[in-house]
């Protein structure tokens, strides 16, 4: 099956650290990649979806001055969380989809981002 | 936004038995996916069914479709302890997937 690396896979750091998070899809060329947020014994939240060589689309709530995303490649976008503070601790998930209809999207295995 | 809702959403039986969530919905959709999440994982695609499918099957997961009842199932037969996991069901409606609560299944060995 389609592989999708994201790297780190946890990030431990200070209040004000500004970390960047990696997506890559390793076999397929990935036109849609999309982050998610997930909190504790809950579901996956959709912060914002990158296409190739545009911007990002952002979920209602989600600042996108906060969480910026750059999607350069067809196999390449990252999420880098800006001035990360306690409460932006949380366990993020990219995926990656080929843009076919009807085709499951491919996750990392989560980066779990802790700020102390 | 979320819109899946599983039913029940902790479920814990003996290995060999047969595990059933239940998905429901609330808008139209293009397809409804099915994923398993290890604790501290990302998610791994089970499976997907479209809107025009009633059932598909896949191994020892069988997934149900009923677009007037905007619902689905998940049943993962003779369960294995392997099957520990969390499973979410996640509507397909515009290219982006919307998911539901999740349901965590414990296998007893």
């Known amino acids: 099956g389609a592989v999708v690396s994201q790297h780190p896979s946890w990030v431990i750091c200070k209040s004000g650290t500004s970390v960047k998070i990696e997506c890559r899809s390793l076999?397929?060329?990935?036109?849609?990649m999309f982050w998610y947020r997930q909190f504790p014994k809950q579901s996956l939240m959709l912060m914002a979806t990158?296409?190739?060589?545009?911007?990002?689309?952002?979920e209602q709530g989600v600042e996108k001055d906060k969480f910026l995303i750059n999607h350069a490649s067809l196999t390449l976008s990252t999420l880098t969380v800006t001035s990360a503070h306690p409460e932006d601790s949380s366990f993020y998930i990219c995926s990656a989809a080929s843009g076919l209809s009807n085709q499951p999207q491919h996750f990392g295995d989560g980066t779990r981002l802790s700020i102390l | 936004s979320q819109q899946g809702e599983e039913d029940p959403q902790a479920l814990s039986i003996q290995e060999g038995e047969n595990a059933t969530m239940n998905c429901s919905y609330k808008?139209?959709?293009?397809?409804l996916q099915w994923y398993r999440q290890n604790s501290g994982r990302g998610l791994v695609h089970l499976i997907l069914?479209?809107?025009?499918?009633r059932e598909k099957h896949s191994g020892r997961l069988r997934v149900t479709l009923d677009t007037s009842k905007k619902s689905s199932s998940l049943l993962i037969t003779a369960s294995r302890a392997a099957d520990t996991a969390s499973y979410f069901c996640a509507t397909d409606g515009n290219n982006r997937l919307a998911f539901g609560k999740g349901n965590q299944v414990v296998v007893i060995p």
């Open positions: 990158s296409n190739e060589g545009s911007k990002a689309t952002y």
């Open positions: 069914i479209r809107s025009n499918e």
């Open positions: 808008t139209s959709i293009n397809n």
């Open positions: 076999d397929f060329q990935a036109t849609t």
